[in-house]
């Protein structure tokens, strides 16, 4: 038996975690209905070996999750990455409780679309803060490192 891509992987993650968000339904908590608006990287732009090309800061895509506790949720989504490529990703988000107008956090699990870039990763790791209430919030995430990215992220509760 052979082993699974990144992107069997990544389907398969996702489609799990959406399995458990129909489940959690039962549970008191929200789905968040997300738009991914865009990013801000702390350069204009990186060199690999085929030239000097510009970030993309317009990272635009979608995606759905759903809060399991005021302090868990899972979710799934698309958009296109900082190097053009569209990426998939799945995961959690642990946080402190989403019953107040400001929560920290931190996304994690596995994405695809970095494959062949200078940032050869498969796994998201996100922290965030978060204002909003349970029907509307905005998501400001934060990649610290040599070249650091800031990402915005709105949501609709349903």
């Given amino acids: 038996m052979g082993y ?4 069997q992987l990544a389907l398969l ?5 959406l399995l458990v968000c129909l489940d959690a339904r039962a549970v008191q908590g929200t789905t968040w209905g997300e738009y991914h608006v865009g990013s801000n990287h702390s350069a204009p732009g990186y060199t690999d ?3 000097y ?3 993309n800061e317009n990272n635009t895509g979608g995606g759905i999750s759903h809060e399991v506790s005021n302090n ?3 979710g799934a989504g698309f958009f296109k990455n900082s190097y053009s490529n569209r990426s998939v990703y799945g995961g959690v988000d642990f946080h402190t409780s989403r019953t107040r107008y400001v929560s920290v956090g ?4 596995p994405i695809t679309g970095y494959k062949d870039t200078p940032q050869a990763t498969r796994w998201m790791v996100l922290p965030n803060v978060v204002f909003g209430n349970d029907k509307i919030r905005t998501k400001i995430g934060y990649i610290p490192g040599d ?4 990402t915005l ?3 609709v509760g349903f």
């Fill in 4 to 7: 699974l891509n990144p992107i």
């Fill in 13 to 17: 993650i996702i489609a799990g975690l």
């Fill in 49 to 51: 070996a085929s030239g």
């Fill in 53 to 55: 090309h510009k970030f």
């Fill in 72 to 74: 868990f949720e899972v």
């Fill in 106 to 109: 931190v996304s994690l699990g």
């Fill in 147 to 150: 070249v650091s990215v800031m």
């Fill in 153 to 155: 992220t709105m949501g």
